[in-house]
Structure formats: C-alpha cells, structure tokens
C-alpha cells in the first residue's frame, strides 16, 4: 500500500529530478501533438516504443513464478503459489494469476520474458536504484537520463517522447533537450475579458526568475491544452476504463494508455511515450495487494495492445521495476526489497519467449538474486531495434542485445 | 534577477517561509520592527492554548470504530466511518494552520510531516495519525534524537513502516531501512548489511490498538550482537537511534532537509552548512537551526527569494488566511477535494519520501486547480480592502492583501484590466505567477 509513484523521484532523486525541470521539460500540449500528427504524422511502419515503470519495486519471483521450485516455496512458504495457481509458461516457470490478458499474449507468441534482469553491486534504495534504471549509470550519479540521451543525439523536438500525467521522470532529461509532460484531465477555463486577463498572466517575462518562469509558463500551457483538446480529454475520461484521479493526478495506468492509444491513433509523431503505476513496495501483505496491482496493469496493458494492434506504427511495450524482492519472506507475509526480476516486452512485433537465464533460486547474494542479464542489454535492443539509434552512443559502451523484437 | 532584495520583499519572505504568509498590514508591521526582531517574535510567539486560534481549534476526538468482523455490510460501513474520520482529521488541520496566530508551530509540524511522510491509507486509523501529528508538534523544536526516538517509537509509523510484527525470525527491514536513508542519515552513509542489522535491532513490537501504544515482546527481538556502522553491540531501538542521530552524516542530513523545504533546492552552500551546523551543535537543537536558518544573510538573498513554489497546502492556507476565510465543514470537502487534485491532502503522502519541493508542482493541471480554487475563494472572502480602494489604487491593494510586495509589469497590466471588478481581480491575482512562487 505505500504509493510509490512517479511524483516522488522528482523530489528525492535529487540531481536527476531537478534537472529535469530545469532542462525545459515543458509541458505540452494537445495542439502540439495535433498539429505535429497533421503536418508531420509519424511515418507508416515507423515503431513506437511504449515504457511502463512500475514503482516501488514489484517482486518479480511473484510475477514470473517458479512454482515448481522447492527452494521457492520453501523460502516463502506463505507467499509462494502452486503449480497448478500459476498460468503456465514452461521451464518451470507460470505467470502470477492476475496476468491473464499477458498469458494470451504468450500464447500468440507476442509476450517476452527477459529474466533476471538487474546490474552490479544493486542497490536497494527505491531513489537510488529507480535513479539506475531511469539514467542507465549504475556505476556513478548521472545527470541525464537514458532516453534523454537519446533526445539529445536527435536534436530538440518537444514531441519525440512524452509523458503521462503532470511530471516529467527523469529518464526522459537529457542535458540540451527533453521529453515532454502531457496532463489528463478536463478544463475549464474564465471566458470573455477574465480570460483575457488570465491570458495575460501566463505571457512570458524577460526578467522573470526561474520559478516565476515556470509559474507562467503553467498558466500558459493550461490555456494551450484547454482550448484545443479539452473536448478530447473531456471524452477520454468519460469512457476511461478506470476512476479518475484528478486532473494534476497521474491517473490510472489506464488511463494514460488511453491517451497513448489516441494519440498513436492519431499518428502524433512521438517515438516514446513514458507511463507508469505506483503501489509495489510489498513489505506486508504482499499477495493481494500485488494480485491486485498486477491485475490493473494487465488489463490496462492488454486493452491497450488490443486498441493499436492495427495500427500503422508497430507499438512495443516494455515494463520494468526498480528492483524485485527478497526470496525469503520477512515476518509480515511480505518482502524486503531484492534485485533482479524479469522485464515484460509486449506487442504485435515482439518475439515472445523467454530471453536470458532464470536466476538460481540457491546460489544467492546474502539472500539476493544475482541477476543473469544486464539491463543495459535490453535498452540497448530498444533503442536500436524499436528507436533505430546507436545504442553505444546513448550508454556509452556496447552490451549484447537480445532477441526479443 | 536583481542583486538585493528589499527590507520589504525581505520580510514578505520570512513570513512566507516561517508561517503562510502575511496580509499587508503584517508586512508593515514587519517591516517596521525589522527583520531580526520579526524572527525572535515568530519562533518566540505564545503557543498551545495561549495562542487564540490555535485555543478555538480543539484536534477531533474520534469514536471508536468497533472492528467489524468478517460481514460484508458492516466491513462497509466501517471504512466509510474511517474515510470520514481521515477527512475530519485532514480538514482540522488545515483549519488549525488557518486560523492559529502564530503559524510557525504548525509550518514546522507540516515540514516534519513531509520529513516523517505517513500515511493514513495504510495506517488507517485517524488516532494513530492525529497521535502522531501531536508528537510532531509538541517535539519539532526540540532535540533531533527526542524527536527520533519518539517517532520509531510512534504506533503510526509503525503500522506504516512495518515494525509492527517484525520479528527475531524473519526481520522487515522496511523501517530500519527508510530510518537510515530518509529521517536520520541520507544514502551513502550506511551499507546494505547496516540496513540488515538495524532491522534486527527493531525487532519485538507489536501494536497495541486500543491503548494506541507500540508493546514490546522480548520474545520477539533479537537480542544478539549485532554491528551497525562499524560498533558491535546489543542494539535495540533506543541505542540504535542515539547511534544515528549522533553521526556527522546525520547532523549534515538534518541541516540539508531543513535548507531544502525552508529556503532552496539543491546543495546546501559550504559556509551556510557550517553555520547552520555550528547552530545545530551537540544537542541537536532543532530551535536553534531554525532560528539561525531564518537569520541566515544568504536565506534572505537573492538566491533564496522566490526559489520555491508553494507546496498546494501551503497555497490554500495562505490564501484562506489572506481572505479571512474560516472553513466550515462544507468549506473543509472543498478544500480537501482541491488539495486532491493538486495532489496533496494532509495525511496522504505519496510515499515515505514525502512530497515534491519546488517546480513539479508547477503544470499546466494545477493552474486548472488553482484558478478552480481562487473562483471559489472570492465568493466567501473578504474583499473590503480591495473593493473600497479607487479602481486606480486595486491592483497595488490586491498584492497588500495578499502579503506580495509587488506584481512584475507582465502581472500589473494584466491585473489593471479587471481593477473594476474586484473578485475578479483577486480571483486573477490567486492564479498569477506571482502568487504560485513562495
């Protein structure tokens, strides 16, 4: 139940979180994404890679489960699943019972499994750890974050990769450019000569100090977003497969990937869209609060799949932790934060299968996993076979890339 | 950006800063006793009852909500009793740092709820919570290690953090952990087997609900040698925290998060943190830091001034304070539901890392919620000292009302179109720049 969500990164992540502000993530609007789908859709055939982080650490030996592992069992004995609860994805191996929608996925061969996933020498701060995915750095603090990188190398295009909800995370900062935030939610706006006012009030001051910039640059962007799409949104959160959660909130994963989905529609010309579901720091009472948690990120992901299978642009989805959990159950039928977990890719032009070596359940590190793959491995297979780009560039030395798209 | 800052833009700053800002009159009195003695009144200020408004504002005193068993109806009805008693906590609350005279007490009880983020959608228990917030009170002026060991010892924490429950067998190191890297240390300053052995230490308690107190159950603590940070001993939840507060790192992580929400974001400078430590000194003198962070030349510069947004709570109560607006209960629901959408109600932190600072609260969405708010403000606020002035004199009326000294020339022009139709005006200046910095 602690609600580990994008918001917090911002604060504590320190470095990354307040460059990223700084770096002009600004706030875009509907009208940009429109106008871009209008005189610059996203050319046919052209892949949209779609990433979904889970925070607060999902305990990955529950999602991909080896349930018919002794040594799983015996560590967990009042968290483990049975073999005949899990749905099966052989090797040993069965998805957690809430991922339904993703087990016909494998089944159509459009779901990959990359195990044990994770770095060296793991950290298991929720700042720190989530900081190493969302910079690519593990080995020092860095300042910019992997798909910022990307952007730089792009050149600045405020449409290239966006967010959902109201923040900007700092994988998207790069150090001359950044990815954009995109809000959720309806408007309502003064009219005749109050909003003229109001217009006023968001106009751009040559001498304004940056948090008095950024305080403008708010009101102007609500009007932006308003005017144009406020109907568009109006509509969305009405059919809006779950409750909302307000217009400054990050709204429910299913949110966000209703946006995706129209947008993707509407052949917007963003290559990255970054969407994320909090809830996973399972300390107590683990079981049904990540059956439930897993259970929205299923429905939401496979509804989502479902809406842009047709599209013109190929979409793959990839969905990450900071970290997983600790074999052993602690005394509140819960776990203590651990290290390596399986990555879920999805989508139409994914090869599903596992990728990489399920992590031994006996040869632990103090009572952690030791992770098999590198998870540098699988952004460098994103970005060069999803984004086209030269992964070297983006994290600065070569890694093996894998064979999931 | 201008190289000083005002006596004036000074003390709006102060007041902004150690309480929810002041209303024109305020500032002048301010400004005439100076800067200084405007420090020594707000931490010197008479608190607890002999405060009026904090005396007209009595915390809730909650029935007790009878456990329901397994029936469905009666499980219902006790989350909705529940629900109610967290909005009725929350809406005190910001009544209380509406309507106390001397808000610095609950500014300083707002950054330790931030500092100590709880949660009452896990601890789900408005005692626990109110308990909790009592303690902040009552020690967020005092010694930083009576404060720490009044928090691992505090039941809300507890249930939140899991140190309920955990046990010699199987430890839960979520407390020991968050302990270290959030409330006492900072990362960097412990190992993952210091983490390991503190949880050890916090072993062997169990909640006691309806004396609403931690039991400890020696059974159920490890009482073994254990190392942490270099010393071996027989640690248990009160050596481990004179351990940790008695650091170097600690007393460095203790100044860094007071800089942090109080004045800027970011590294906190050398010499400021030498000061700032000088003042902290052996015992942990949380008053001291205050008073010596408020004093700082560099706090009322001009790499300070206007460096943070104000938090949403802090928006709203300054805004309700500035239009002499008492809520009621009807108000309280407004309130709490535009605290919601701009993503922060009392009580509901995201996370233990509490919540952002500075320019994330700044989208395109809150200023939707804001302007929300200030339409709503303008119909139950007063007004008198805007409406009564000339048309002409509005706008420079507004920014006293509101304890800014000034508008920029964007904000004034922009202003002066509606200086003729004053809720308008003031509904316009709630959602200026202007008023969203801190």
Redesign the interface.
Known sequence: ?????R??F???SGVV??SA?AAGGA?I?WQDLARGAATRPLAGGTPVLVLVTLY?GNDGLNTVVPAGDPAYRSARPDLAYSPDQVLDLGEGLGLNPALKGLHGLWGAEQLAVVRGVGYPQPS?????SMDIWQTASPAAPASTGWLGRWLDAQGRDPLRAVSLG??LPPLLAGATTSGS?L???A????TG??L???T????P?A?????????????R??L???HTFGPVLDGLARTSASGAS????EGSLAQQLDVVAACVAARVPTRVYAVSL?GF?T??GEKATQEQLLGQFDQAVTGFLGKVAHSANPVVLAAYSEFGRRV?????Q?T??GTAAPLLVAGTSVKGGFQGAQPSLTDLD?GDLRFTTDFRSVYATLLHRVLGADPHQVLGQDFPQLDFV | ?VATVSARAQVAHLLRRAGFGGRGEELDAAEKAGYEATVASLLGAPQGAADAGVAATPPPVFPVIAPPGRDVTARKQANRERAQQAAQLAGWWLTRMVRANAPLVEKRTWFWHGHWAT?I??VRSAPLMLAQNQTLRALGGGDFATLAHAMVGDPALAV???E????K??????LA?ELM??FTLG?GHYT??D?RAA?RALTGWRLDRAGGRLLFVPAAHDDTPKTILGQTADFDSVSLVDLLVGQPASHAWVVTRMWNRWAA??PVPAEVMARLRTAYGAGRDLTALLHALLLDPVFRGPTVV????KQPVEYVVGALRALGITPDDADQAILLGTL????QVPFEP???????????W????????R??FA?WAVTKGDLGAVSSAPAASRVDATARLLGLDGW????R???Q??AGRPA?LVA?AL????Y??N
């Open positions: 139940m602690d609600l580990w969500t918001r917090k911002l604060i504590a979180g307040a502000l706030v609007g607060g298991h701060s929720h700042f720190q109201g923040t935030a809000p959720l939610g408007f309502r706006l003064p000569p109050t003229t006012s109001f006023a009030l968001g106009a001051g001498d304004d100090p940056a948090t008095l910039a950024a305080a403008a640059t708010a009101d962007d609500l932006t977003v308003a307000g217009a400054a909130g909090g720091d300390h107590a052993q159950a602690n005394a509140n819960g203590d934060h103090e | 950006m949660s959608q896990k939140w953090l899991d309920i429950g955990s046990t067998r199987a430890p839960n190191e979520n952990r890297e959030l990362v993952e087997s983490v949880a974001p970011g206007g460096a943070l947004a919601r959408r701009l993503g995201p996370n233990v890392g509490g919540w952002p600072s500075g320019d994330a700044l989208t395109a969405a809150a200023a939707q919620a302007l929300d339409r920029s020339d964007r904000t022009a922009a202003l179109e509606a308008t316009l959602a200026a720049p202007e969203a910095v």
